[in-house]
Each structure stands twice: as structure tokens, then as C-alpha cells.
């Protein structure tokens, strides 16, 4: 069985991402670049591995959240993400029929029954620059 295995970001929404962003890196010290932030880890179970969790705001129009109307998405980490996305399809729940592929891992997305869309993401070794 495919499962999670942990998150891999979080991301919001905002009608004024500046002033949102600048917030967070002023009053809870969260150091944003360009791109978000990127907190590096490692496994308790595997002190050598490395691991990471993004952080980032989207500009209010954007529709990398569509087809939910939250104001937000969960990315979670999987570790096989076509048997996740297999299992959801055969629970019933809407898979947005669509991977994508990077040099830092594949991404697919569906909605859960809130209507609020997730991100799954089965990371590859390479991880994406800290910007």
C-alpha cells in the first residue's frame, strides 16, 4: 500500500503576497525567498538522508490550486506516487488525471472530500534549491 510520508509543503493564497510574505519573514522569522522557504531535515530513522518541507504564497489569482476554492494546499511526500493516486482513483476520489516530472521528483494532484485539492509528491535525491 502507498502512503504518505510526511508533508512536503504548505502553501497559501493571498489578495497582497509582499506584504503577506514580508509578514511572516518579519514576525515568525520564516526566511523567504523568491520561491518560498525551504526547511531542510533529516529522518530520525535515517540520520544520512536529507528531506525538506517548502513554505509559499501564491498570488490570489493564481489557479495552481483550482479546481479547490481554499485559500490553500497541502503538498504531501509519498513514496510511490502512482500507487497513492491508484488508491484514491479505486476509493472514488476525484484524481486530477495529470503527473508531472522533475529533476527533484513527480507530482500529482487530487481532491479530498472537503473539495480541498492536495499535492502528492514523490521526491526524488535531488532536492530543489533553497530560493
Given at each position: ?116 485539492k492536495i499535492e502528492l509528491w514523490e521526491p526524488t ?7
Amino acid at each position: 500500500m502507498a502512503r504518505v510520508t510526511g508533508i512536503g509543503g504548505i502553501f497559501l493564497k493571498s489578495g497582497d503576497r509582499p506584504r503577506l510574505i514580508d509578514w511572516y519573514r518579519d514576525h515568525l522569522g520564516i526566511p523567504v525567498g523568491p520561491y518560498g522557504a525551504r526547511f531542510d531535515w533529516r529522518p530520525v530513522e535515517d540520520p544520512e538522508a536529507e528531506g525538506h518541507t517548502v513554505w509559499g504564497v501564491f498570488d490570489s489569482e493564481t489557479t495552481y490550486l483550482d479546481p479547490s476554492d481554499a485559500p490553500f494546499m497541502v503538498n504531501y511526500r509519498v513514496d510511490d506516487l502512482d500507487g497513492m493516486l491508484a488508491q484514491l482513483k479505486a476509493a472514488g476520489a476525484q484524481v486530477i488525471d495529470r503527473i508531472e516530472e522533475y529533476e527533484y521528483g513527480r507530482f500529482g494532484w487530487a481532491m479530498d472530500p472537503d473539495g480541498n485539492k492536495i499535492e502528492l509528491w514523490e521526491p526524488t535525491d535531488v532536492a530543489p534549491a533553497n530560493e
